[in-house]
Nanobody, 121 residues
Framework: QVHVVESGGGLVQPGGSLRLSCAAS????????MAWHRQAPGKQRELVAA???????DYADSVKGRFTISRDSAKNTVYLQMNSLKPEDTAVYSC???????????????WGQGTQVTVSS
């Protein structure tokens, strides 16, 4: 069993900041990649930011320069620091972890339940 739990969402004014956290726990041999996705009402889910076990990062163009993804490998935790937030950042943010649970088994994707981020005055 693997559990992925997000925290840190909420309501913030435009221009403000929030930090999201995502922790993976359970039967984990290794984590290849952790990523944040978001889905706004009426829109498709999109990748926001990702970080691999080697530390490589990837960002959506819309958040480059404003959002920073980081990780604490010892805690199987990833963070998303969101600065200069805009109303269009409003969405449910979900964490994805690509995990190997045992030797010889393939990587599998695990998802958290999501956390709401609302940017509004």
């Amino acid at each position: 069993q693997v559990h992925v739990v997000e925290s840190g969402g909420g309501l913030v004014q435009p221009g403000g900041s929030l930090r999201l956290s995502c922790a993976a726990s359970g039967s984990i041999l290794s984590i290849y990649r952790m990523a944040w996705h978001r889905q706004a009402p009426g829109k498709q889910r999109e990748l926001v930011a990702a970080i691999t076990s080697g530390g490589s990062t990837d960002y959506a163009d819309s958040v480059k320069g404003r959002f920073t993804i980081s990780r604490d490998s010892a805690k199987n935790t990833v963070y998303l620091q969101m600065n200069s937030l805009k109303p269009e950042d409003t969405a449910v943010y979900s964490c994805n972890a690509r995990i190997q649970t045992a030797r010889l088994l393939p990587l599998e994707d695990y998802w958290g339940q999501g956390t709401q981020v609302t940017v509004s005055s």
